[in-house]
């Protein structure tokens, strides 16, 4: 499994110290993971422990303070803003734990937002749509299209959300606590999503939870404690 | 298309912050619409008033001036040293031939007179002293009788009055020192005698005895019972010293109102149609006339404004200026026809009292209400009006027009008014109403230039005077046997007085009959000229060309604009340009404090959101334009808003116009209503300006904004 082809993650030794006041909290401390094209994988562990902080520094949203990074073959620490927003807009797509959709946009018109970022796609309105309408449909809320997120309920929500992550075709996708501010069913159901897609596409999913029953359904379970890796399991 | 989408809808969402920030620039808008339009139209009108009525596009005077010169005056109504344009014929043709542009060159030359035409009393004395003239020409002994009678019997009239009424009269405007005092009462007891009005019954027996007497008590009359009239006959105003047909013919704003122009080449004065019909005018006619126009112009009430009842009261107080200017006839037939009058038409509690005397039945008419105002007006104008003089300097008169020569000495000419005229639009504006047109030849005689003709003059005057001095010690002997004891001095000084008269008369009918040419009249001195241009846009440039003109020819000229010569009013505009400008600006800038401290708070409260943005791959720019684009839209729609309930005013405003709200008024709107007009440059200037600064307010909130990190969007609060 070490294949360096197959390496679309590659954390090396990564620290990532923040300040807190006077105090310096070291919340990851010396991280070395490899994660691989199409693998379905949960960050576990406690509040503190460090997941978000990790999926930060893997969803290019931050940087590391020692260590290095390399997405997609690329190693983060010499990428400027500019190209790691374009990173973020053409390998990474984020789900978050508040859904964050964007409030006065339908829909239909959050799904398309990344896809107006792209060059390729921005002028390209049809092809947008079919995308847009193919995500939608794939989670189940083609006939909602005008709806404002606060017309939806929790669940319509982060699939939306998952829409928007998926529409710009991106190699990883993060969710951070996907399933945390959702009741279990609807959790379960979301879970049940993002593995009919991983399956479908291909699509690497790392996530973020704390949640056993969810913590289960993953391939591989990565646990935090105190910013250390203390375990990485392949299940089965 | 989604940014802008994203745009409107945040400013949609916010409502309330949308609805603040959007009616500071709505009103700024609103603001700067309608008063730059005030500004401008007011620019335009007050450019026109002052430039098509008196200043010209460009006024030139001597560069040898010392002070700025201003064609109004400066505020103590004084004038300025600015020296003399030496010979204008000449910089007429010069500058006529090099500078093309150059419509016409009129001289000018402003300067304050003050006339004093002498009240009823004067003016009485006046008639009577004609007709003792004319006695010695041997006029038929019955009909001048009989007229000094009834004018000997109205003089005493007056005196009978001015003993009654002259101490309280003096105690409202100054009171008389206790030697005044008792020099008046003497004086007023002398001439209540009958003894004093003897030789006025045998003036015209002829001998050099009764002459003389008659000529001393005359003199004694003018100089010690006329002053003791309290009354406002003295006048001050402006007047303008031009060649007059050019002046009316190149200024489109002046006009004749009453009478006749000045005939081409002739000495003479129009009065100012406004200072005609105030100062000159019958004071308790002036007042009707302008309780008049309170109620019919300004729609107001007598029984509601105190201005009008003060008016009202001043006339009742001084009815006596009616009456005294009547004779004993006319009183009693103005008394009937007012007892008639004043019964028919008051509710008859006043059962025709046949015992009221003529003060009573005038204080009675003259106690006006809105319900009889314009009855009586009528009946004043129809009946008593043509009894009382009107007008103190008649349309036709030729009178003693005084004036302060540049060195300070007081100098005398007789000019004939033709008529009056008004500057067109705004002739009721007291600034406009001032000034009067004068012939230039008289104008540089009151100047204290003498021209030739006018040393001739005075040549011969000198000539008549020693030899009068020569005869004086004689008059002086035969005086003393008058049989009133007249003090000496006076006399004496009465008849130098009276051969300086007599001369000058003759000698000013001359002047007066003389006709100049145009060269004549502009050869010679003058203040300073308005010249007119006939393409106007291209003022400044004009302007230099005469500078270089007059360097190069040695002109010596100060070449101005009409805005640099019209002084406090040249710069009104400026004014209230700047308290626009300030105003905006302050508007303005608290929009800018308001509007960064909105979108900061909207960039906080989006952080999230703008990091969610950036972590799915939103770039910096695109943050950027996403707050500039909100700012600029909110910016567009209510400063095209603005600008648009502004322009739907002025363009309301275009065809209706604004009315002037007082005289004042009148002239800064030139006219009495103010038509607004804008360029529509200015528009666009608007809706640039707003835009910039809602802009501008916004970078520090964009620079927040951009640089919210995409980590925000993982965070849970």
Not at chain 2, 417 to 435: C, D, L, M, Q, W
Request: glycine share 6%.
């Amino acid at each position: 499994m070490t294949n360096l082809i197959s390496n679309l993650i590659s954390v090396e030794n990564v620290c990532k110290d923040y300040k807190l006041g006077a105090v310096t909290v070291n919340a990851l401390k010396e991280i070395n993971i490899k994660i691989s094209i199409g693998e379905f994988m949960t960050i576990a562990g406690p509040s503190g422990s460090g997941k978000t902080t990790l999926l930060n520094l893997i969803g290019c949203v931050d940087v590391p303070t020692e260590g290095e990074l390399v997405i997609d073959g690329k190693g983060i620490s010499r990428l400027s803003d500019k190209e790691l927003t374009e990173l973020r807009l053409n390998t990474i797509g984020f789900i978050f734990q508040t859904f964050n959709l964007i409030p006065v946009l339908n829909v239909y018109d959050n799904v398309e937002f990344p896809l107006l970022l792209k060059n390729d796609l921005s002028k390209n309105k049809k092809e947008r749509k079919e995308r847009v309408m193919y995500f939608l449909d794939k989670v189940g809320l083609a006939d909602h299209l005008n709806h404002r997120p606060s017309e939806l309920s929790g669940g319509q929500r982060q699939r939306v959300a998952i829409a928007r992550a998926l529409v710009s075709k991106p190699k990883i996708v993060l969710a951070d606590e996907p399933t945390a501010n959702l009741d279990s069913e609807t959790g379960q159901n979301i879970i049940d999503l993002m593995k009919k897609i991983n399956r479908e596409d291909h699509t690497t999913f790392i996530f973020s939870t704390h949640d056993t029953s969810i913590i289960k359904q993953a391939q591989r379970v990565v646990v935090l404690k105190d910013g250390h890796i203390s375990s990485d399991e392949m299940m089965k | 298309m989604m940014l802008l989408k994203i745009a409107f809808r945040n400013l949609f969402s916010r409502k309330l912050r949308t609805v603040i920030v959007g009616s500071i620039l709505f009103s700024a808008s609103v603001l700067a619409i309608i008063g730059g339009a005030l500004v401008e139209s007011i620019a335009i009108s007050m450019k026109k008033s002052l430039t098509e009525s008196l200043a010209g596009d460009i006024q030139i005077y001597s560069s040898k001036a010392t002070e700025k010169f201003s064609i109004i005056g400066n505020q103590e109504g004084n004038f300025f040293d600015v020296k003399e344009l030496d010979d204008f014929a000449k910089i007429k043709r010069v500058l006529g031939e090099k500078v093309p542009n150059i419509s016409a060159i009129i001289p000018q030359g402003v300067n304050f007179a003050y006339i004093n035409p002498g009240n009823i009393l004067d003016n009485k004395l006046e008639k009577l002293r004609e007709l003792v003239l004319r006695g010695e020409k041997q006029i038929t002994k019955q009909i001048s009788e009989q007229t000094t009678d009834q004018i000997t019997n109205h003089i005493r009239n007056i005196i009978k009055d001015i003993s009654l009424t002259y101490e309280s009269s003096f105690s409202m405007v100054g009171a008389l020192s206790e030697d005044e005092k008792e020099e008046s009462k003497r004086n007023i007891n002398i001439v209540m005698k009958d003894d004093f009005w003897k030789p006025f019954n045998h003036f015209n027996d002829s001998t050099n005895d009764s002459k003389k007497v008659l000529d001393a008590n005359l003199e004694f009359l003018e100089n010690k019972i006329a002053p003791l009239i309290v009354d406002d006959t003295q006048m001050y105003f402006y007047y303008i010293g031009t060649i007059p047909h050019q002046f009316m013919n190149n200024f489109p704003l002046a006009e004749l109102v009453k009478g006749d122009a000045i005939p081409q080449g002739k000495r003479g004065f129009l009065f100012n149609d406004y200072v005609y019909e105030t100062q000159n005018k019958h004071r308790v006619a002036r007042r009707l006339d302008e309780i008049k126009k309170k109620l019919e112009r300004d729609k107001e009430k007598i029984s509601k404004s105190k201005v009008i009842k003060d008016l009202i009261n001043a006339n009742i107080e001084q009815v006596g200026e009616i009456y005294g200017q009547m004779t004993q006839t006319e009183v009693e037939y103005l008394k009937m026809d007012l007892i008639r009058f004043l019964s028919i038409n008051t509710n008859s509690n006043t059962n025709a009292d046949t015992t009221k005397d003529i003060k009573k039945l005038l204080e009675e008419f003259f106690n006006m209400n809105d319900e009889n105002f314009f009855q009586r007006y009528n009946y004043f104008y129809t009946y008593i009006a043509p009894k009382i003089i009107l007008y103190r300097i008649k349309i036709g008169d030729t009178f003693p027009m005084k004036a302060f020569t540049r060195s300070g000495y007081s100098s005398s000419v007789n000019l004939k008014v033709y008529g009056t005229f008004r500057f067109k639009n705004f002739e009721h504006s007291p600034i406009a109403g001032n000034f009067n047109i004068m012939d230039l030849m008289s104008f540089r005689d009151l100047y204290g230039y003498m021209s030739s003709d006018r040393k001739e003059e005075n040549k011969k005057l000198q000539e008549e005077m020693d030899k009068f001095s020569m005869q004086t010690d004689g008059e002086e002997l035969f005086a003393k046997k008058g049989n009133i004891n007249i003090n000496i001095d006076v006399k004496k000084n009465t008849f130098t007085a009276e051969v300086k008269t007599v001369s000058r008369k003759k000698i000013n009918q001359d002047l007066l009959n003389q006709t100049y040419s145009d060269l004549e009249m502009e050869n010679g001195v003058v203040i300073n000229a308005a010249i007119i241009l006939k393409d106007k846009s291209k003022t400044n440039q004009t302007l230099q060309e005469i500078q270089k003109v007059s360097a190069d020819e040695k002109l010596n000229l100060k070449v101005v604009d009409w805005q640099e010569v019209t002084g406090s009013l040249g710069q009104f505009v400026t004014v209230i340009r700047a308290i626009l400008y300030g105003l905006l600006t302050v508007i303005l800038t608290i929009a800018i404090f308001i509007i960064m401290n909105s979108m900061l708070m909207s960039a906080l409260e989006r952080t999230k959101e703008i990091g969610t943005m950036r972590a799915i791959g939103a770039s910096k720019k695109y943050i950027l334009k996403l707050i500039m684009l909100e700012t600029f839209a909110m910016g567009s729609i209510f400063s095209i808003l603005g600008i648009g309930v502004g322009m739907a005013t002025v363009f309301y405003f275009k065809s209706r116009g604004i009315p002037a709200p007082t005289d004042i008024f009148l002239f800064l709107f030139s006219g009495p209503r103010l038509y607004l007009s804008l360029h529509p440059i200015y528009a666009l200037v608007v809706y640039f300006v707003v835009v910039c600064v809602s802009l501008l307010s916004s970078i520090y909130p964009a620079h927040i904004a951009v640089n919210v990190s995409p980590i925000r969007a993982m965070q849970r609060d």
